[in-house]
């Protein structure tokens, strides 16, 4: 019985060591499961192209995070003269998460998506968007610019001093949980094509 009672208890302590390896094994595997791109840094603007996903950050320190096996996949992360340049054309999303000490400006194109983690603190902040890109920021700022183009929607929070956006379209703007002293804003006018007249219509 006593020799029963210690197999199982050595079955037991067994089980429970596998069992714990393997979390230890799996957090170990979620933590891999991204590329830190190096040789990175005074990053000040960004430019997202195609179908990324990308989330800024605040930090002491410049960071770039890409997930999805990057270097398996046909994408473009590569930085010059302060700009942060990432563009990916594949039907997967490239996330991608940048930490960045002097952020000033991004701009969005195509499907790219664009969300905070955190407060975007900053003295100037411009937002530039494009075709179907979108953004949901969260900014304290002094002075914050936001132009949005074509379908490009933007939903902003935070506090800001001077506000100021541009769109095509007043309702791909959300801005009601910005909270800004001053603000100013411009529609972009809709050109419309002048109608041709032929002798035949007088």
């Not at 095509?168 to 910005?178: A, P, S």
């Amino acid at each position: 019985m006593k020799t029963q009672i210690i197999t199982i208890f050595s079955v037991l302590v067994l089980a429970l060591g596998v069992t714990n390896s393997t979390k230890a094994a799996t957090v170990k595997n979620a933590d891999n499961n991204y590329t830190i791109v190096t040789d990175i840094s005074a990053i000040n603007k960004i430019e997202v192209r195609g179908n990324v996903e990308l989330y800024v950050s605040d930090g002491v320190a410049d960071q770039v995070k890409v997930y999805n096996k990057y270097y398996n996949e046909s994408a473009l992360v590569q930085s010059k003269n302060g700009v942060l340049r990432i563009t990916s054309y594949k039907n997967e999303k490239l996330v991608v998460w940048v930490t960045a000490n002097d952020l000033r400006a991004i701009s969005a194109f195509d499907n790219a998506e664009v969300k905070s983690f955190g407060n975007i603190s900053k003295i100037e902040f411009d937002v530039d968007l494009h075709n179907n890109a979108t953004a949901k920021l969260n900014i304290d700022a002094f002075s914050a610019s936001v132009s949005v183009s074509d379908n490009a929607k933007a939903r902003l929070s935070g506090t800001v001093n001077e506000y100021a956006y541009k769109c095509d379209c007043e309702e791909n703007v959300d801005h009601k949980d910005l909270v800004a002293t001053h603000s100013s804003k411009m529609l972009t006018p809709v050109v419309v094509a002048a109608k041709t007249f032929d002798i035949a219509d007088l």
